[in-house]
């Protein structure tokens, strides 16, 4: 069986879901930066995102009154030069999420690399760094299937997913993929090339 792999890249920061106390609306957008306050030997760090129904800057607590000693050197640095890729590691920690009451919500913020399968395959799905995404959602974009019809597909055993195909998870997973299914991707994605050409009528 042919080794396929998939990765799941991350293009953008993942929207924050959390109430917004001004509209009630529940999507905030991070800005990919973080705020530091100094207060003598204590220090405040936020991550702020802007809600995307009325625009008011929430601040996520990432500490609060906390030591700048007992801060690692490194991290501290990244707060103040609000290095991008520790705003999208210090969203996904747990305690993070926990302190703010929100959860991460990675719709549209990932892609999927990797060549769709030609012949019978085991496709290995590995994660993105913080990236949490549901198996059915890597399936439908790397396979040009709809979301029932690889459902469908699971539950006859044309498709054997590792994973609980609607769980988000970060762990890699496996897909093995039938040759009877194979033929039907590639009819889909061929489809789906065409369509690109197709006249508007
Ligand atoms: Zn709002």
């Given at each position: 069986m042919l080794p396929v792999i998939w990765h799941v890249r991350e293009t953008a920061l993942p929207i924050v879901r959390r109430r917004c106390p001004h509209c009630r609306a529940d999507a905030h957008t991070p800005t990919g930066t973080f705020r530091v306050n100094a207060n003598g030997k204590l220090l405040d760090v936020w991550i702020l995102a802007t809600c995307r129904s009325c625009g008011r800057t929430a601040k996520l607590v990432v500490h609060e009154r906390v030591r700048?000693?007992?801060?690692?050197?490194?991290?501290?640095?990244?707060?103040?030069?609000?290095?991008?890729?520790?705003?999208?590691?210090?969203?996904?920690?747990?305690?993070?999420?926990?302190?703010?009451?929100?959860?991460?919500?990675?719709?549209?913020?990932?892609e999927l690399v990797g060549e769709p399968p030609t012949s019978t395959c085991r496709v290995t799905v590995s994660p993105g760094r913080h990236a949490e995404v549901s198996p059915l959602?890597?399936?439908?974009?790397?396979?040009?299937?709809?979301?029932?019809?690889?459902?469908?597909?699971?539950?006859?055993?044309?498709?054997?997913?590792?994973?609980?195909?609607?769980?988000?998870?970060?762990?890699?997973?496996?897909?093995?993929?039938?040759?009877?299914v194979v033929a039907e991707v590639v009819d889909a994605l061929a489809a789906e090339q065409d369509d690109q050409f197709s006249p508007t009528t």
């Open positions: 700048v000693t007992t801060l690692d050197r490194r991290r501290l640095d990244g707060y103040h030069r609000n290095d991008v890729d520790l705003v999208a590691a210090v969203l996904a920690e747990p305690g993070t999420a926990r302190r703010n009451n929100y959860r991460l919500d990675w719709d549209g913020a990932w959602d890597v399936l439908a974009a790397g396979l040009g299937l709809s979301r029932s019809r690889i459902t469908r597909l699971v539950k006859v055993g044309g498709i054997v997913c590792s994973a609980d195909l609607r769980r988000p998870t970060a762990s890699p997973f496996t897909v093995e993929v039938a040759a009877e």
